[in-house]
């Protein structure tokens, strides 16, 4: 079993930087992460993603180049670095793991955190 609990999300204004944190516990060995969000009336889309030996990250066009996704397997933290956010951004943002390579569909996924509220004000 897999479990995920998200933190650091908050309101920051539009070009702030904010660092949402996603502590892992369980066996995660082999283990694809994701970020994904959901913003209201809309679905959960993909963010980020990093395999589990870190060789293959993957980032959604509309975060390209001011995201970066990382993780610390000896702290167990996903991390996601979010730089010049825009409101468009505002979201919950859920962390996200499966077995086996990174997929963008989060049907894919077989555990998910609780998520954490990200709001970028105009």
């Known amino acids: 079993q897999v479990h995920l609990v998200e933190s650091g999300g908050g309101l920051v204004q539009a070009g702030d930087s904010l660092r949402v944190s996603c502590e892992v516990s369980?066996?995660?060995?082999?283990?694809?992460m994701g970020w994904f969000r959901q913003a209201p009336g809309k679905e959960r889309e993909f963010v980020a993603g990093i395999g589990w030996n870190f060789g293959n990250i993957y980032y959604a066009d509309s975060v390209k180049g001011r995201f970066t996704i990382s993780k610390d397997n000896a702290k167990n933290t996903l991390y996601l670095q979010m730089n010049s956010l825009k409101p468009e951004d505002t979201a919950v943002y859920f962390c996200?793991?499966?077995?086996?390579?990174?997929?963008?569909?989060?049907?894919?996924?077989?555990?998910w955190g609780q998520g954490t509220q990200v709001t970028v004000s105009s």
């Open positions: 996200a793991a499966r077995k086996g390579s990174i997929f963008t569909v989060p049907q894919n996924y077989d555990y």
């Open positions: 369980g066996r995660t060995s082999g283990y694809a």
